[in-house]
C-alpha cells in the first residue's frame, strides 16, 4: 500500500491507496503547528487501524489489526510514503532556521546585501527589502579565483581552510553556504572548502551542487536558503524516518516530482512548496481524467489560497520568490494569497472590512470549532450563511458551535457600523460582506495567473479543490467569465492524492553560454553528462530503466537580451525559441544571432498511478441524495434550499442551482442559475450560470 500525507495550516490530510484493491481512503486531522510531526504519526497510528476495517481482509485478518503504528510493524503492508511538508517553507518565512554562514570569493561577501537594483515598491520611498539571512558578521571571504571559463587565476589556500573552520566553530555555525565566483564553470575551490567544513562536522550546501548556474545573487540567496532550512527539515524527517523503518518515504518537491528523504534531508529548497506542488499534480490528473486540459487549480484550504493555471500541462519555473527571496530552483508557478476558511475578519483604522492575510489556523481555529477561539472568519461566515452545514462538517466527525459563529460576526458587524440588509440578521449581513471580500482577494488571485499572462480565463474550467474551495468557486468563476466548475471527489485531500500520482523528477541545469551557431550535436554531446546523471540517480531511486524519460532543454536569448526562454533541445532548437519567443511577447526576430545560455535536463520516473475509479452514466434524478431542505442566504435573501449528500451521488445524477452539496470532506454551494452533474469520475462538473452540456 501506498500513502500520501500533505501538512495544511488548518488539517493535515492523508490518502491511503490500496492497489490490491484498488481503492483510495482519505482522512484528516487537525494540523499540529508546534511539532507538525504530531499530527502526521498520531494521524497514522489512530486512523488506519480504522480504514484497515473497512479493506478485505488479507489471510485470516485485516492488516490492521495491530494498532500500534502500523509503519513501523514489520509486518505492515504499507511500503511507500510520500509526505509533502510546509516545515522548510515555515522555517523560511519565520526566520527560525539554523543559524548559516556565507562564504564568498574575496570581495564577494556582501552580494545577499546588495542582491538587485529592482524594487519591488517602485514609489515607496521608505520600502525596505527583507534582511539576509546571514547576518554580516557570518558573511565570509576566501581569496581565490575562477575566471568565466573556468580557469583558476587565484589558486585556494588549503592552510587558510583550517582558520575558517575555527573562526565558524566559535560563532557557533550549524550550517554553512558556499558560493564562489563562476564555481558553475570549475567546482574545485567550493568542493576542497566544503570537505574542510564537513569533515569539522558542520552541514554544508555548495552552489556548485545546489545550482551550477550563472547569476551569482540568485544562485547564492537559493544556496543559502538551502542551508538555512536544511538543518530544521533534516530533524523533522530524521523523526519520522526513524518512525517509517522499512518504508519507501519520500519527499514531494517543488517541481511536482518527489524525490527520496535522504535527498530531501540534504537539499530542503527542493520541497520549499512542495504541499501547494502536490495539489496542483492532482488537480491537473484529475482535470485530465475528466476531459478538461486546460484548468485553472484553485485550492482553497484553511489558511491560504493557491492558484496555478494548466495550459495542457503544468507549468514549471525556475524564477521562484518566497518571503522576497529569489529561489531559482524549479518550481511549478503558482500564487499563493492569505485567503482560507481560517482567515480572520476584522475591521481596520478606516473603519473598512478585512479578511486576512492572518489566519486562526489550526490552533485555536475559527470561533465555530470551539478550541478557544472568539475571531471570526470565513468559515464562520459560512456557517452563519446556512452554506456549511455544522452538523456534517467532517462528516459529522466534528461538531461545530453555530452560536459562536454567531456571536463572533454579530460583533463584526457592531465594530464595523453594518445596517443590516432587509431581511437578515446584523451577523448574516456582516458574514456576507466577509465571503465578498474573501472572494474578491481570490478572484484577483486566479487573474494574476490568467489575464496579467494572456490568458483568457474564458478557455479554460476551473478545479476547485481544499477543504473550503466548494463554497466559492462558482463565485469566482461567475467572476471571470469561467463556465464550468469541476468539484473532483477528496477534493479536500486532493493535494496528497497529488503525491501519490507525483513521479520521480529530477532536475538538472549547467550554464554554458555559446553563440546560437553550435550545432545540435554539439549541444547533445554536452548535455550527455546531465543524462548519464539523470539515469543514474533516478534508477538509484528504485525506478527501473524502461519507466525513465529524459526531457533535454536549453535556455536561449537573443544576443544583448537579459533573460531568456526555455526550449526543448531538438535538432531545430533555434525555430523553437523564436517561436516561444512570439508567443510570450508578441514578436521575434529570427534573423537575430542567438546565445545559449545553459543547458537543461529532466529526469521522470514513472510510478504507477492510482487508477481514478468510474462508472457508466445512469439516471439524472439525484432525489436518493436528497437530504431535505435548509435555510440559506443567497446573494442577499434568504431561500429554502435542497440539501444533498455528496456520498450518495452516481454518475448522470444532475441537480440545479441553488443547492448544497455536502461531502464527507468539502461541501459545495450552487447559487441561482448553475447547474450540475456528476461525471462518470465522480467529479461534480457544474455549469456556471450557462445551458453548456455538462457530461458525456
Known amino acids: 500500500m501506498r500513502i500520501g500525507i500533505d501538512i495544511g495550516g488548518t488539517f493535515t490530510d492523508f490518502v491511503l491507496f490500496d492497489p490490491a484493491s484498488g481503492r483510495l481512503h482519505t482522512f484528516k486531522r487537525l ?345 471570526p472568519t470565513v468559515t464562520d461566515a459560512n456557517l452563519v450563511l446556512g452554506r456549511l452545514p455544522a452538523e456534517r462538517f467532517l462528516g459529522g466527525q466534528m461538531a461545530l458551535d453555530a452560536a459562536a459563529s454567531e456571536a463572533a460576526l454579530a460583533r463584526l458587524a457592531e465594530a464595523a457600523g453594518l445596517e443590516p440588509a432587509a431581511g437578515l440578521s446584523p451577523a448574516q449581513t456582516a458574514a456576507l460582506g466577509v465571503v465578498q471580500i474573501a472572494n474578491a482577494h481570490m478572484e484577483r488571485a486566479l487573474r494574476v495567473i490568467s489575464v496579467a499572462r494572456g490568458h483568457d480565463p474564458v478557455d479554460f474550467a476551473l478545479l476547485s479543490f481544499g477543504g473550503a474551495g466548494g463554497l466559492h468557486a462558482c463565485d469566482l468563476a461567475r467572476g471571470l467569465g469561467v463556465r464550468t466548475v469541476i468539484v473532483p471527489p477528496g477534493a479536500s485531500t486532493l493535494s496528497a492524492f497529488g503525491m501519490l500520482v507525483a513521479d520521480v523528477v529530477k532536475d538538472y541545469v549547467q550554464t554554458v553560454m555559446l553563440p546560437g551557431t553550435v550545432s545540435f550535436e554539439e549541444l547533445e554531446e554536452l548535455a550527455g553528462a546531465l543524462a548519464q546523471r539523470g539515469l543514474a540517480e533516478v534508477a538509484a531511486e528504485g525506478v527501473p530503466a524502461g519507466r525513465i524519460t529524459l526531457l533535454p532543454q536549453v535556455d536561449l536569448r537573443y544576443r544583448g537580451q537579459a533573460y531568456e526562454l526555455t526550449v526543448p533541445l531538438t535538432a531545430d532548437f533555434a525555430a523553437a525559441f523564436h517561436a516561444e519567443h512570439q508567443r510570450a511577447y508578441g514578436h521575434s526576430q529570427p534573423a537575430a544571432p542567438l546565445e545559449i545560455v545553459n543547458l537543461r535536463l529532466r529526469a521522470v520516473g514513472a510510478v504507477a498511478r492510482p487508477v481514478l475509479p468510474a462508472a457508466e452514466l445512469g439516471d439524472a434524478d439525484a432525489s436518493a441524495a436528497l437530504l431535505g431542505l435548509r435555510f440559506v442566504v443567497l446573494a442577499a435573501s434568504l431561500a429554502h434550499v435542497p440539501l444533498y449528500d455528496g456520498a450518495a451521488l452516481r454518475p448522470g445524477h444532475a441537480l440545479p442551482g441553488p443547492a448544497i452539496v455536502v461531502y464527507q470532506d468539502t461541501t459545495v454551494f450552487l447559487s441561482s442559475g448553475d447547474r450540475a452533474a456528476v461525471d462518470r469520475h465522480f467529479n461534480l462538473v457544474i455549469a456556471v450560470g450557462s445551458d453548456l452540456p455538462l457530461v458525456e
Not at 82 to 100: D, M, P
Not at 264 to 288: D, F, K
Open 31 to 375: 494540523s499540529t503547528p508546534h511539532d507538525p510531526a504530531e499530527a502526521v504519526l498520531a494521524g497514522i497510528g489512530d486512523q488506519l487501524p480504522v480504514i484497515g476495517d473497512q479493506l478485505p481482509v488479507i489471510g485470516n485478518q485485516s492488516p490492521f489489526t495491530d494498532h500500534r503504528s502500523p509503519i513501523t510493524d514489520n509486518r505492515s503492508p504499507i511500503t511507500e510514503i510520500v509526505h509533502g511538508s510546509t516545515v522548510a517553507t515555515n522555517a523560511l518565512l519565520e526566520r527560525k532556521g539554523a543559524r548559516t554562514a556565507f562564504v564568498a570569493t574575496a570581495g564577494f561577501a556582501d552580494i545577499l546585501a546588495i542582491g538587485r537594483q529592482n524594487r519591488s515598491q517602485l514609489y515607496d520611498f521608505m520600502a525596505d527589502r527583507p534582511a539576509p539571512l546571514v547576518p554580516a558578521e557570518l558573511r565570509l571571504e576566501v581569496a581565490e579565483r575562477v575566471d568565466r571559463r573556468g580557469q583558476v587565476l587565484h589558486g585556494l589556500d588549503e592552510a587558510a581552510l583550517a582558520g575558517l573552520v575555527e573562526q565558524l566553530r566559535r560563532a557557533g555555525v550549524q550550517s554553512a553556504a558556499i558560493c564562489l565566483l563562476f564555481s558553475f564553470a570549475n567546482p574545485a575551490h567550493e568542493q576542497q572548502i566544503g570537505a574542510a567544513l564537513r569533515q569539522a562536522g558542520l552541514l554544508v550546501s555548495l552552489s556548485s551542487e545546489i545550482l551550477p548556474e550563472f547569476r551569482e545573487y540568485e544562485r547564492a540567496s537559493t544556496t543559502v536558503i538551502n542551508a538555512y532550512v536544511s538543518p530544521v527539515l533534516d530533524r523533522y524527517l530524521g523523526r519520522l524516518a526513524e518512525q517509517w523503518q522499512g518504508a519507501d518515504f519520500r519527499i514531494m518537491q517543488s517541481n511536482g516530482g518527489s524525490i527520496s528523504a535522504t535527498q530531501a534531508r540534504r537539499e530542503a529548497v527542493r520541497s520549499i512548496l512542495s504541499g501547494p506542488a502536490g495539489g496542483v499534480v492532482g488537480a491537473y490528473h484529475a482535470a485530465q481524467a475528466a476531459g478538461f486540459p486546460r484548468v485553472l487549480t484553485f485550492d482553497m484550504g484553511g489558511t491560504s489560497t493557491d492558484v496555478a493555471l494548466c495550459d495542457r500541462g503544468i507549468q514549471v519555473t525556475s524564477e521562484g520568490e518566497i518571503g522576497g527571496l529569489p529561489v531559482r530552483i524549479p518550481v511549478i508557478d503558482i500564487h499563493t494569497v492569505g485567503a482560507g476558511g481560517g482567515s480572520i475578519a476584522a475591521v481596520d483604522l478606516g473603519g473598512s472590512l478585512r479578511v486576512g492575510p492572518q489566519s486562526a489556523g489550526a490552533d485555536p481555529g475559527p470561533a465555530c470549532y470551539g478550541r478557544g477561539g472568539d475571531l
